[in-house]
């Protein structure tokens, strides 16, 4: 039985001592907390002590925040990520979520409201997923290369190009059941008839960026994972998507199809844990909108982002 008073573990990891004391007391009322000044001391400290989440900056000398925290994502999936980062390094972001499954992005130097609040659903977050694992271990413990994850829950394949969303479309077939959308419009008809599983979309449909679509579908129905595309990465919009759409895996055009294919077994794989997620469902019983309900939610959250008419 979990102990009701244990205060959640926090772990931040950066090669800077001052930062790492600072960060201690500010968070040592609320938090058991622990620094590390580099991935090796983090790594010694997770092998004795159950860490909930950890926060890493990213610049570390002997491996940085990306490699460490990829690590910590195979070894203890159940601490949650997230990253401390001064820059946009593009090759590092996208690592970052598609190999660490980072959390949530953050700035140096930090908002001190955003780190708290960061961390508490980080917190709130690891509780609920170690109690899910009880009851999804042989799906979470499955192959984390997984090729394919098959459930009822279709994939939504958003992409305004014909020729690139019929490709994935006939490529994913083999293991999903897929719907396909060629604008804004056909994706929100789609997601209000159907359960969708994994959205798979281009990050501009038409001219319109779908991170607005992305964030508003995460806050009704939060057991939806995303995969994301686009042929010109831009590290900024990738740390948005991440932050406010919730995008699970990143991938670039043109697409590595056994890249892309463990991607969307990953997401669908996601997917199903979250079903089974007591605090997501929880979140769904409180949501239960209708279709017209959901399709005015996504319409008026989308005019309010400006770039849909």
Do not use: C
């Amino acid at each position: 039985m979990a102990d009701l008073h244990r205060k959640p573990t926090i772990l931040f990891v950066d090669d800077e001592g001052r930062v790492g004391r600072l960060l201690k007391m500010m968070f040592r009322t609320d938090y058991d907390v622990h620094t590390a000044l580099g991935a090796r001391d983090a790594l010694a400290i997770l092998e004795t002590v159950v860490v909930d989440v950890i926060i890493s900056d990213q610049r570390m000398p002997e491996m940085t925040g990306v490699q460490l925290l990829s690590q910590v994502r195979s070894r203890w999936p159940e601490t949650v990520r997230l990253l401390l980062t001064g820059y946009s390094d593009l090759v590092a972001i996208i690592a970052a979520v598609n190999e660490g499954e980072v959390h949530r992005f953050l700035n140096k130097p930090w908002h001190q409201d955003e780190l708290r609040d960061a961390i508490s659903e980080a917190a709130e977050l690891a509780e609920s997923l170690r109690a899910t694992r009880e009851q999804v271990g042989p799906v979470w413990e499955g192959n984390q290369q997984g090729s394919h994850f098959s459930i009822a829950s279709p994939v939504l394949v958003i992409d305004s190009k014909d020729d690139d969303r019929r490709l994935i479309r006939d490529f994913l077939a083999r293991d999903y059941l897929v719907a396909e959308a060629s604008s804004i419009e056909e994706a929100i008809d789609q997601l209000v008839t159907d359960q969708v599983g994994v959205i798979v979309s281009n990050t501009e449909v038409g001219r319109f960026d779908v991170g607005a679509l992305l964030e508003e579908v995460s806050q009704i129905d939060p057991a939806v994972t995303t995969v994301a595309m686009t042929s010109e990465p831009h590290g900024d919009a990738i740390i948005r998507l991440i932050n406010n759409g919730r995008i699970f895996r990143f991938a670039i055009k043109p697409l590595s199809f056994n890249l892309f294919r463990s991607a969307v077994g990953n997401a669908m794989r996601e997917h199903h844990r979250r079903l089974a997620d007591p605090r997501i469902l929880r979140r769904r019983m409180r949501s239960d909108f209708s279709a017209d309900q959901i399709r005015h939610r996504l319409l008026d959250r989308l005019e309010v982002a400006g770039g849909f008419r």
